[in-house]
Nanobody
């Protein structure tokens, strides 16, 4: 198991930047995949970016070229650098860890951090 705590959300103007952090309660080195999801009001939660233990990344088309996912294993922390933010990026952003044990996979979530892009 792992506990995840997000931070770094806030209010930013269009075109601005934010960096989200996800601090894990244990080593993330061996976690199969970690990612960021977001959920806007009235919409389903959607994948933003994912980073596997093999350093493979995948991004939603809507954020490609603007967002960068990364992690610091020494700090047990994952990041999401968000640049050129748009009003449509407004959402609650959630950190996810997908842990595989044998043939079983389990998902763990943080509590979320609000990102609001508005002038």
């Amino acid at each position: 198991q792992v506990q995840l705590v997000e931070s770094g959300g806030g209010l930013v103007q269009p075109g601005g930047s934010l960096r989200l952090s996800c601090a894990a309660s244990r080593s993330i080195f061996s976690i199969y995949a970690m990612g960021w999801y977001r959920q806007a009001p009235g919409k389903q939660r959607e994948l933003v970016a994912v980073l596997t233990s093999g350093s493979i990344t995948n991004y939603a088309d809507s954020v490609k070229g603007r967002f960068t996912i990364s992690r610091d294993d020494a700090k047990n922390t994952m990041y999401l650098q968000m640049n050129s933010l748009k009003p449509e990026d407004t959402a609650v952003y959630y950190c996810n860890a997908h842990i595989v044990t044998g043939t079983r996979g389990s998902d763990f979530w943080g509590q979320g951090t609000q990102v609001t892009v508005s002038s």
